[in-house]
């Protein structure tokens, strides 16, 4: 890929592509649509919690799809940003609710308590279920929503950018990279787990369903919100990412995706972009996460174990990798299938000598359907969307360059 390739791929207009204005408006109207839906209680609050959180699963998994599909980062941590992102919005949730619910209790008191009394209070309540009412050093900012949601974005953010420092610079790629960030995700959830970690241990965060300042207003109206709240961020997320995908950025990540070496070569500087891609991808799936918690109301450390990074990178793959919007269709796919087989949604099937039960069998199902996408649908539940546009495969002559098995034509509609 020549310096004039890229120029040329810059040029095309992002923001007019085909693909991005018909998610756009399909999540439009899946929007207006369950509005409606909700409004004349057709569907459930729960229903409606899940769709908000599948909404933000689908964010994640496109976040993924830039680091990996576009990028070539097999990231197993990315889940790990997502739960911090929690970790830090369910800091003030609790907080906050804790801190009313002590004051209420207080204010039969004949005196008024000393903000000190007050703060210690809130500290037995929050921190008595791990044995100690001390407040840990990282919720000095608890108290203050601005705060906790600039560490919503400051957090995941930093982490992303140390780590992929340190890695990029050493030059680490491919499995060993994704061994890396397997690890470090293992280690925070390892340190998550611990009671002394100021998190409460395996305990967690919990209620964060119930919104400070909003006890008076009822769970269906809040759910509602919170699911358009992340319908927005899927939106703005996804016109981002296919944003920097499609301009010349988007060349040179998947330049370096195809061949770092030579990109290198090139004369540009291949750390640099694979850390702006790790780092923005980590910062929107933390941004994710602080969205989904307060809809799914608790968080604790297994949240951010490495199988949940593996179960997002199945998503994308399921989906189609490359694709933003395989990223996000294979993401509610599974979500939504998932909540189906696991919540009893589907009957358990009695063979006489054996009894199929869903709730147990549902991983095996999402094996097999990763290695059946695999084998013989590696485009996977995107590349049926292509199917049904009747698109081709491009030429690969001309300006783009005559690099065997590079899609870049196909993959920058994205």
Known sequence: ?????????????????????????????????????????????SFVKLLGKTLCLALAAVAMDVVWGYTGILSLGHMAFFGLGGYMIG????????????????????????????????????????????????????????????????????????????????????VYLSILTQAMTLALSLYLFQNDSGLRGNN????????????????????LTFFWASALAL????????????????????????DEARVRFLGYHVESFKLFAFTLTAIVTGIAGALYYPQAGIINPGEVAPIASI???????????????????????????????TSGGVPDIDLGFYEIRWTEWW???????????????????????????RRTDPDRQGAYGPDTGAKRTSEGAE
């Open 363 to 389: 991983l095996v199902l999402l094996g097999a359907g990763f290695v059946c996408v695999t084998l013989f649908a590696p485009k996977g539940l995107g590349g049926l969307v292509d199917l049904i546009a």
């Open 311 to 341: 179960y997002l990178a199945v998503w994308v793959a399921i989906g189609g990798r490359g694709r933003l919007y395989g990223a996000a269709i294979g993401a509610i796919a599974v979500s939504l299938l998932s909540n189906w087989f």
């Open 235 to 258: 939106g703005l997320g996804y016109l981002l990412f296919a944003w920097v995908v499609s301009g010349r950025m988007g060349s040179v990540l998947r330049a370096v995706r195809d």
């Open 204 to 223: 967690g965060l919990s209620g964060l369903q119930n919104i400070p300042g909003f006890e008076n207003t009822s769970q269906a109206w809040i759910s």
């Open 91 to 174: 800091m003030w949730l609790m907080w906050a609710r804790t801190e009313a619910i002590v004051q209420a209790n207080l204010a039969t008191q004949s005196l008024p308590p000393t903000p000190a009394e007050l703060r210690d209070a809130i500290g037995g309540q929050i921190f008595g279920v791990v044995g100690t009412s001390d407040i840990p050093l990282i919720w000095s900012f608890a108290h203050a929503l601005p705060l906790q949601l600039i560490l919503v974005v400051a957090v995941p953010g930093l982490l992303a950018l140390v780590f992929g420092w340190l890695a990029f610079r050493s030059r680490v790629t491919g």
């Open 1 to 45: 890929m020549t310096d004039a390739t890229l120029s040329y791929r810059a040029q095309r207009p992002p923001i007019k592509r085909t693909s991005t204005m018909i998610f756009l408006g399909t999540l439009t109207v899946f929007v207006v649509l369950v509005t409606v839906l909700s409004g004349a209680d057709l569907i459930s609050t």
